[in-house]
């Protein structure tokens, strides 16, 4: 039987205070209120990719609700539910971490901020576990703080990157959240040392050579390997110039 969500409080009175000055310092928000174009429609689709499953791969996309978001068959919202319901989210996310975590996730990826303390952690664990994730997904969507923030039509984003009085942001929670929890991660092998390899040598665009620069071609110069030749030993006065310089008769 299906319960009601439990009561929880936020874990200081700042979290429902609008922000000041910018609502983030990174984030575009993108919303079908304001985009027309094809291309601009692309870039809504790929910042709710970014927003839910932080990166894509060509065979994680969802085709279909592309085409219907395209052609306003459906709304963002409606694009947002069917990628938190996709395959790719709940074996990525669902499947490798507990009830606890997933909430977690899901938060931080539909709401744009981090759980306020784990009494709302166990109180949307318990809409979980008696709804199934289809009802999790459909309670946080629906939920007057959802629709408030971003309503039918803007792509989630993190709300609170920007706090008055510090002078750093908060860092984004893709960064601070990895996907899998500790034991998945042990199962897995991270992190692995290779990877630090990888990124000391790193270079960007800019920073690699370009055609006809000269470090292509120092493998073939240090497989050169000249001598230089031995000078001779002769003595003029030991060459006969008569016979060496040919004679041309008439």
Not at 78 to 87: A, P, Y
Not at 98 to 110: D, L
Not at 130 to 147: A, M, P, Q, R, W
Request: aromatic share 12%; hydrophobic share 35%.
């Amino acid at each position: 039987m299906a319960i009601p969500l439990l009561a929880y409080a936020p874990s200081c009175p700042n979290q429902r205070v609008d922000a000041l000055g910018a609502p983030d310092d990174e984030a575009i928000i993108y919303s079908t209120d304001d985009l027309f174009s094809p291309t601009e429609m692309g870039d809504l689709i790929n910042a709710a990719y970014r927003q839910i499953f932080f990166h894509a791969f060509k065979w994680d996309r969802e085709i279909i609700l592309e085409s219907q978001l395209r052609n306003r068959q459906i709304t963002v919202r409606d694009f947002i539910r069917g990628l938190l319901l996709s395959n790719t989210f709940i074996d990525s996310f669902y499947n490798k971490n507990s009830n606890y975590r997933f909430v977690e996730h899901c938060v931080q990826k539909v709401l744009g901020r981090k759980v306020y303390s784990n009494a709302e952690k166990i109180a949307w664990s318990a809409v979980v576990m008696t709804k199934g994730v289809k009802g999790f997904v459909d309670e946080l969507l629906n939920s007057e703080e959802y629709i408030e923030n971003f309503g039918e039509n803007t792509v989630p984003y993190h709300r609170r990157r920007i706090l008055p009085s510090r002078a750093t942001g908060e860092i984004p929670f893709n960064i601070t959240s990895p996907r899998y929890d500790a034991y998945h991660r042990n199962k897995l092998g991270f992190p692995q040392t290779i990877w630090q390899e990888v990124v000391r040598n790193f270079r960007t665009y800019e920073q690699q050579a370009k055609t006809g620069d000269p470090s292509f071609f120092l493998d073939m110069a240090k497989s050169i390997n000249p001598k230089a030749g031995n000078p001779s030993s002769t003595s003029v006065y030991d060459i006969n110039i008569e016979k060496s310089v040919p004679y041309r008769r008439r």
